[in-house]
């Protein structure tokens, strides 16, 4: 049964500072999705990895996807306030368009 | 694309009791989802359905959990005989097509409550 874990689970930061979220899963899978969440909001898709090697970028994130290593990165550059929220990775389990969600890393950017 | 609507928002009912919740889905996306969430985790997977089949469910969810999707358009999630335990936000979400084009777009939830 896949699992997925991602770390830190809280992560507070300071503006300006860059840091990286990671997202473990336990079985292979091609497709990898970030969401972000606001709190008492929905998720909001941020970003789609369909194959190992890939990278996308909007603003200061960035995230990458190792399907070797069963890895996905969120790297957060020059952090500011705006991106505070909880992150989740979601990994499909094996072709089956089933979605699996990580524990979600809370991320606070201090002034 | 008025996006993925859930009613109602909020919902406080008394243990034993049953409670049904509807999502509209985008209107042409042929897969919808249903997940609980807890404050302070990740969504739960429920089930999820592609047009009206239901193709799975979850093994954690119990008998007095239902869903449906008649004619491959909205959805309803039934609890019935309501615990505390079910208290949590039910997230709905749907999504069409493959590869790059396939992301789930979620509704706002419906909050449940259970005295």
């Known amino acids: 049964e896949l699992k997925v874990e991602q770390n830190p689970l809280f992560l507070s930061m300071q503006e300006g500072k860059n840091y990286t979220i990671y997202c473990n899963y336990s079985?292979?899978?091609?497709?990898l999705y970030w969401y972000r969440q606001d709190p008492g909001k929905s998720l909001e898709s941020l970003f789609v990895l369909l194959s190992n090697g890939a990278v996308k970028q909007e603003g200061r994130l960035m995230a990458s996807l190792d399907t070797k290593a069963r890895l996905s990165t969120l790297h957060i550059t020059a952090a500011v306030h705006d991106l505070s929220a909880t992150y989740f990775c979601?990994?499909?389990?094996?072709?089956?368009?089933?979605?699996?969600f990580g524990t979600g890393t809370r991320l606070k950017v201090l002034a | 694309d008025t996006g993925v609507s859930q009613n109602p928002r909020h919902k406080i009912t008394k243990r034993g009791q049953n409670v049904t919740f509807r999502c509209d889905p985008i209107s042409e996306h042929n897969r919808l989802y249903w997940y609980r969430q807890t404050l302070g985790q990740g969504p739960e997977f429920l089930t999820y359905?592609?047009?009206?089949?239901?193709?799975?469910k979850s093994r954690l969810l119990s008998d007095r959990f239902s869903a449906e999707r008649p004619k491959g358009s909205f959805s309803t999630l039934e609890i019935q005989r309501t615990e505390q335990g079910d208290s949590a936000m039910y997230l709905c979400?749907?999504?069409f097509g493959q590869g790059s084009n396939e992301k789930l777009f979620f509704g706002s939830g419906t909050q449940l409550s259970v005295l």
């Open positions: 979400a749907s999504s």
């Open positions: 979601a990994v499909e389990a094996g072709g089956t368009y089933k979605y699996i």
């Open positions: 359905f592609q047009n009206e089949a239901q193709l799975e």
């Open positions: 079985t292979t899978s091609d497709r």
